[in-house]
């Protein structure tokens, strides 16, 4: 196993922390901005149709996705930069 490897694995844990916590609040200002509740709703909340829990999963979904692929890629890219080699 490289050393690049080993050394990115604490690394890509504390990025992955921190990017749950970031999609989370972007997430909450983002259900805000639309106009929803402050609060999302949850899958077994009886008073929430199908489509509002559906659009808030999905919603979540993309924001996550993109703020942990965005996290990952940086901290690989900056792996790189420090080390000269790709963490993968």
């Not at 922390?17 to 077994?44: E, I, N």
């Not at 993109?66 to 993968?88: C, I, S």
């Amino acid at each position: 196993m490289k050393v690049a490897k080993i050394a990115y694995k604490p690394v890509g844990l504390v990025l992955g922390a921190s990017a749950g916590l970031l999609a989370g609040v972007l997430f909450k200002q983002a259900w805000k901005v639309l106009g929803h509740d402050d609060d999302a709703p949850d899958a077994t909340d009886e008073h929430r149709t199908w489509t509002e829990i559906l659009v808030a999963a999905a919603l979540q979904g993309a924001i996550f996705g993109t703020v942990k692929a965005a996290m990952d890629r940086g901290g690989a890219v900056t792996t790189r930069r420090l080390t000269g080699t790709w963490p993968a």
